[in-house]
């Protein structure tokens, strides 16, 4: 065992046990999380006890507002992705790691759900594994995510009977989608927006476990062909309308780089088909606030026009239109059935 691991020991460990040789004091000043990534990307200064103080009200104040763009770039560097990690005494044995180069995870900001896309690490363990306190697990982990200047953003847990009202009223559903275990788990979301992205903490802890879920967004290119223009007309001829999977910045109406293919194919068939009218309407699922799935999803119809009459599109040929989650094309049952229910719809219209 290396002098620096430990020192990182005795000072992260405040039960009686035996260490190595190392016997546990009582610490004077708190604790330096311990579990804080050990590499850096660049210089960091480690927080001082009366910092990260200082950041807790801080923290309150910006979850009130929940407007993630109004939140300051952090403008000291942060731990490479995880950002944190186990305990240095957790057997490695007992690791429970769920890793994505890409996915899509939700988390409340707020008293809402948002959704976030990037690369995602889960990591579990036991307490009694990491032979910690449930006090020292949630004391350790959010102060680390302080220390890197993490905003806790949300103000409604899983399980409160308004944020639950507002996102379908399925608690199951709700908790498999924030990987939330059981209802005994704390629950906190931390926000880091930096100079070269934004990326997240989620705290869970209960009595007997730690869940840490840490995320960096980042957009990736879509594995989906993509519908050309012949493709369309022959879908628009034999119904009458044609889905199409346009890639959007989460709860956004910005077209994303690789959305602009299928809006510059939907250009050249309008293009070739001068008599072509068409209705650009927006879907999403059931997941979130009703009124506000509406408006997102006529945003995101009037974004595809937009980009159209740029294209050099008469925009009297088209119309916009947002129908939220009102006319799905399945249960929105699955994570897979909801990702086809978010979609634009190209809807030929009569000449007239």
Not at 106 to 123: M, N, Q, S, T, Y
Not at 124 to 145: C, G
Request: aromatic share 6%; proline share 5%.
């Amino acid at each position: 065992m290396t002098k620096h691991l430990n020192a990182a020991l005795c000072l992260s460990i405040s039960l009686a046990f035996a260490v190595s040789g190392c016997k546990p004091k009582a610490p004077v000043n708190p604790v330096q999380a311990p579990v804080a990534s050990a590499a850096a990307s660049g210089p960091q200064a480690a927080a001082t006890p009366a910092e990260a103080r200082a950041a807790a009200p801080a923290a309150a104040s910006a979850a009130a507002a929940v407007d993630l763009d109004k939140i300051a770039v952090l403008a000291k560097p942060v731990p490479p992705f995880p950002f944190v990690d186990y305990p240095p005494s957790v057997d490695k044995k007992t690791y429970s790691t769920k890793e994505s180069d890409f996915d899509q995870v939700h988390v409340i900001v707020g008293d809402k759900l948002h959704a976030v896309e990037g690369r995602v690490r889960k990591i579990s363990f036991a307490l009694d594994n990491a032979k910690i306190s449930q006090f020292q697990a949630q004391r350790d982990y959010t102060q680390a995510a302080l220390n890197m200047g993490g905003i806790k953003v949300n103000t409604a847990k899983p399980h409160d009977t308004a944020f639950l009202a507002a996102n379908g009223d399925d608690q199951t559903e709700l908790d498999k989608k924030l990987n939330y275990e059981f209802h005994t788990y704390s629950y906190e979301v931390y926000f880091l927006p930096t100079a070269t992205g934004r990326k997240w903490i989620v705290v869970m802890v209960s009595d007997t476990d730690v869940d840490i879920i840490s995320v960096e967004e980042k957009q990736t290119a879509s594995s989906l062909k993509v519908v050309t223009a012949a493709d369309m007309k022959s879908e628009l001829d034999s119904n009458g309308h044609v889905a199409l999977y346009i890639n959007f910045d989460t709860d956004k109406a910005a077209i994303r780089a690789d959305g602009k293919p299928a809006v510059d194919e939907i250009a050249a068939l309008m293009k070739k088909e001068s008599a072509l009218n068409l209705s650009v309407e927006g879907h999403t699922d059931n997941v979130g606030d009703k009124a506000r799935n509406v408006t997102l999803s006529r945003e995101r119809a009037q974004a595809v026009v937009r980009a159209l009459v740029s294209d050099g599109i008469d925009g009297t040929r088209l119309s916009a239109a947002g129908y939220g989650a009102e006319k799905p094309l399945t249960d929105n049952s699955s994570d897979e059935a909801r990702a086809k229910n978010r979609r634009v719809e190209l809807v030929k219209l009569a000449r007239g």
